[in-house]
């Protein structure tokens, strides 16, 4: 009981009438259709299977077990005679792309001696692997220069089935790995020769540009993403608007937006470099004045602060350049009205035996904080900014208390 594989006969044909011959239980909701001929191609050899209906009822899977076409659905036709047809917008970008994929196989082995070693097609990404360990981007243009030369021929694709015995009247750009009673060989005039199951274009001008898109190094083979036809379409237009709304925010012409990035790149990194060193000179700055507004204890300098909208960073900078004097304690709040949170950074100079850790874990309780660190520098934070205030403030009565024993 097989079945009579219309595909293969007319790649074109979109919907047919045929006749069940058996139906089953596939799993707990799904049904196995087998009909006497189908339109619909079963996944296998790289190439996803087709979607669409029989008797409206949705096929969401086809398979091929021993020469038999299992259709999947969730419920079963009423009629014994159905009306199958294909979503064909789907199968007509896999013919684009595996067709495509033929020819970009073939030159990659015509120029490089690329073997293609694996293939994989979806609805999203279609690639090869190639056993080559590096592709320039000279031998991508060469290598897409010779794959479309070959589009632009529009060169006819013949799909023929060949006894096993004449298969050596053919050039074969990859061996069968095991012998068949009858062999489905794919050509197309001046390029490529290979055994096939798969559904292509009848000529090559409908596989419509050929474009690699990236590639990269997989083990010791390359891999090379790829796109034809209507997806090779969808890319351009995506890229193009990218690269105009680029060319209009950096006013050069699309040709040059690379080099125009590197030029703000390098711009910025300067930018960023002037920008430390005034962050340095405004720390400079304000420990100035926290020094001039210090209250000295016994021999200790002890400054506080609540700063408002600072960076925790530059004032955690900005307390570690402060405690590399000797005889210093900074006790540091950082609120941040946008979020409504607190940080307190607590530091000493290492000539300090009050532990700045055991000092911040008393007043974290008033903010309902958490953090630590060493006894040198300590750090922590809370969720809301309310009792800031009184945190500092209980710090600076432990730490006076602490220092004047
Ligand atoms: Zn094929």
């Known amino acids: ?70 259709h ?84 006819p694709v013949i799909s023929r089935f060949v006894e096993q015995d004449q298969v050596q009247n053919f050039s074969l750009r990859k061996q069968l790995a095991k012998e068949y009673e009858q062999i489905r060989i794919v050509e197309i005039k001046h390029s490529d020769c290979c055994p096939c199951g798969g559904t292509h274009v009848n000529y090559t001008g409908e596989i419509g540009l050929i474009k690699i898109c990236s590639v990269e190094r997989k083990n010791k083979a390359t891999r090379v993403y790829f796109v034809c036809g209507g997806r090779a379409l969808t890319d351009y237009q995506h890229k193009n608007t990218t690269a105009n709304f680029l060319s209009r925010e950096l006013t050069v012409p699309a040709a040059d937006i690379s080099a125009a990035y590197c030029r703000q790149t390098q711009r910025w990194e300067e930018m960023s470099r002037q920008m430390a060193e005034l962050r340095k000179e405004i720390h400079r700055y304000i420990g100035r004045e926290l020094i001039a507004q210090a209250e000295f204890i016994k021999d200790t300098c002890v400054i506080s602060k609540i700063f408002v909208d600072m960076t925790v960073k530059d004032g955690a900078d900005l307390a570690k350049r402060l405690v590399t004097e000797a005889n210093t304690i900074v006790m540091f709040a950082f609120v941040d009205t946008n979020k409504n949170t607190a940080n307190l950074i607590f530091a000493c100079s290492d000539n300090i035996a009050a532990d700045m850790n055991a000092q911040l874990r008393q007043v974290l309780p008033l903010i309902s904080g958490k953090g630590g660190g060493t006894p040198h520098y300590a750090q922590g934070g809370a969720a809301n900014s309310s009792n800031i205030n009184e945190a500092i403030e209980q710090a600076k009565i432990n730490i006076k208390t602490l220092v004047g024993q």
Request: glycine share 6%.
């Open 72 to 155: 999947i659905t969730n419920e079963l036709p009423q009629q014994e005679y159905v009306d199958m047809k294909i979503d064909w917008d789907r199968r007509f970008d896999y013919m684009q792309q595996h067709s495509g994929e033929h020819i970009l196989s073939w030159a990659f082995v015509n120029l490089m001696k690329a073997n293609n070693i694996g293939f994989h097609l979806n609805n999203n990404i279609t690639y090869i692997d190639v056993d080559v360990e590096a592709v320039s981007e000279q031998q991508i243009k060469e290598v897409e220069a010779a794959a479309n030369k070959i589009v632009f021929s529009n060169l």
């Open 1 to 70: 009981m097989q079945t009579e594989k219309l595909y293969y006969q007319d790649a074109y044909l979109t919907e047919c009438k045929a006749k069940i011959l058996k139906t089953e239980q596939h799993s707990n909701q799904e049904w196995a259709i087998i009909l006497d001929r189908t339109v619909f191609y079963p996944e296998g050899g790289g190439q996803p299977c087709d979607l669409g209906l029989i008797d409206n009822i949705p096929v969401h899977k086809v398979l091929e077990r021993g020469g038999r076409i299992i």
